[in-house]
């Protein structure tokens, strides 16, 4: 069905196509952005390849410090629409959650559009609720839910 595996360098184009078909202008990251992202000292990457090699989807994690705690944010999460609704989503965050629980961050968070139902709806099915809303958060008017997960780090 898929595979998940590390990001390389040489993925660097098709990761950005991918996020400009998953979101609209503006909201979808730039060159710059993406790459930034990825070059980040501690995020976390993970790519899914098909059985035929082609790249169905990926997720960006990163850490941000909290006071003395560090937590977990999930910076895109992006699935081609024809490999949508098979629970490949859903193994590209457990494979990150996991990574987090094994560095003892013991919450993840992110942001996502109040208009993305969809996300919502997934990231609820997941395990996240909401704690908070940012006004003007994508383009400088369109709010963001922020939601949160706990991880349980000892069942690691
Ligand atoms: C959100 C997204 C990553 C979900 O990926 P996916 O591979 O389709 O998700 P999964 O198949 O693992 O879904 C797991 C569960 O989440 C829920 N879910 C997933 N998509 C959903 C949707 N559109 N509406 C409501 N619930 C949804 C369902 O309960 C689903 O289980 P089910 O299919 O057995 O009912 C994908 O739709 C996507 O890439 N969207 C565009 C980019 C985006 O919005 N990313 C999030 C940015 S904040």
């Not at 996502?112 to 003007?136: H, L, M, P, T």
Request: proline share 1%; charged share 30%; hydrophobic share 45%.
């Amino acid at each position: 069905m898929w595979t998940l595996r590390a990001v390389e360098r040489t993925d660097f184009e098709s990761l950005y196509q991918l996020d400009q078909q998953c979101f609209p202008e503006g909201i979808a990251y730039s060159r710059t952005d993406l790459l930034a992202f990825l070059s980040a000292p501690h995020s976390i990457e993970l790519l899914a390849e098909s059985t035929s090699g082609a790249m169905v989807g990926f997720i960006i994690a990163e850490l941000r410090r909290k006071g003395e705690a560090r937590v977990g944010h999930i910076v895109t999460i992006d699935v081609a629409a024809s490999m949508r609704r098979k629970g490949l989503g859903r193994a590209l965050i457990f494979a990150v959650e996991r990574r987090l629980r094994e560095m003892r961050i013991d919450r993840v968070r992110l942001e996502v559009s109040v208009d993305n139902d969809g996300a919502q709806g997934f990231y609820a099915e997941e395990g996240y609720e909401r704690i908070g809303r940012i006004a003007g958060y994508y383009l400088d008017r369109i709010d963001a839910f922020v939601m949160e997960k706990k991880l349980e780090t000892s069942a690691v």
